[in-house]
């Protein structure tokens, strides 16, 4: 497979593991809002954390094939998340208060959007960027 082909179907794999995790952070934040009545900001915050749970897991074994070490790709996650966290947690609060006023779920998807891009580019850069293709899986098919 050409390196062209290969980085499509690596951006296509993240989208698909990234909608699977945006499924969970949906679920999740609408059981913490609506059947828990959670805080907004506590619902968004616990449900981000499981479809980052989610979604480092699968795009590391099934879209960047990393052997890199786990601990050290996941402080860069968390690292990533130190910063994204804070931000959108505030704009969050400031877009849905009364305020601005605007639907916790419009903010939740447009929200959703700014991650994914900017989690993609992190990930394909900062995190794997030196260590994609490395596991024992992609070792093997460049041996065959």
Known sequence: M?????????????????????LI??????LFEE????????????????????????????TFH?????PIAMLKVAGFYLVFTPLSTWWTAVLTGPSV?????????LTMLINFVTEYLFSRFVVFGNSIDTDKQSQQSKEN
């Open 2 to 22: 050409t390196d062209t082909k290969k980085e499509i179907w690596r951006t296509v794999k993240f989208v698909l593991f990234s909608i699977s995790a945006g």
């Open 35 to 62: 059947v828990l009545h959670l805080e907004h900001w506590v619902s968004y915050l616990v449900a981000l954390i499981l479809s980052v749970l989610w979604n480092f897991t699968l795009n590391r074994k099934f």
């Open 101 to 109: 006023g605007w639907n916790e779920y419009l903010v939740l998807v």
């Open 25 to 30: 952070q949906t679920v999740s934040f609408t």
């Open 66 to 70: 990393s052997a890199a070490n786990v």
